[in-house]
C-alpha cells in the first residue's frame, strides 16, 4: 500500500529519486597536529599536499574493512600525496599513488609548495 501513496503523491512521477546520497567535506582549518619531533602539522585541511618524512612500519588501509599489513616499501620516504580526512590521535587519511592509508602525523609533514617552485628556478 505505500507504494501507492508515493504513486499517487506524484513523487514517482516528478523524478525525484528515491534514494539520496549525501557528501559534505570538512572545510575549515583543522586544529594543529604535534609529531613527535615536536614539529607541528599547522593549517592541515582536506586536499593538503602532504610528504612523508618517514616510512611507516605498517600501513592501515582507509576503507570500509581495513586491513593491517608490513610496509615492504610500498610507501617510502619522499612520497607525496594529499589529506582525505581526520581520525582522532593525530591518524590522517592520506591518499597516495597507491591507495588511501591511515598514518600517524609524525611519519609526514605538509608539503611547501612555495620553496620547491623557487628552488626549482
Do not use: C
Request: charged letters at 15%; a positive charge; proline letters at 9%.
Amino acid at each position: 500500500m505505500p507504494l501507492m501513496l508515493a504513486a499517487s503523491s506524484g513523487l514517482i512521477a516528478t523524478g525525484v529519486p528515491r534514494s539520496t546520497t549525501f557528501r559534505s567535506q570538512f572545510s575549515s582549518p583543522l586544529p594543529a597536529a604535534k609529531s613527535a619531533s615536536g614539529e607541528t602539522n599547522d593549517g592541515l585541511q582536506i586536499g593538503s599536499p602532504v610528504v612523508i618524512v618517514q616510512a611507516p612500519p605498517t600501513l592501515k588501509t582507509a576503507v570500509p574493512m581495513p586491513s593491517l599489513k608490513v610496509n615492504n616499501g610500498q610507501v617510502k620516504a619522499g612520497d607525496v600525496g594529499r589529506i582525505v580526512s581526520r581520525k582522532p590521535k593525530d591518524v590522517w587519511a592520506i591518499r597516495l599513488a597507491i591507495g588511501t592509508y591511515l598514518i600517524d602525523g609524525k611519519h609526514f609533514r605538509p608539503l611547501d609548495l612555495d620553496n620547491n617552485s623557487s628552488e626549482a628556478a
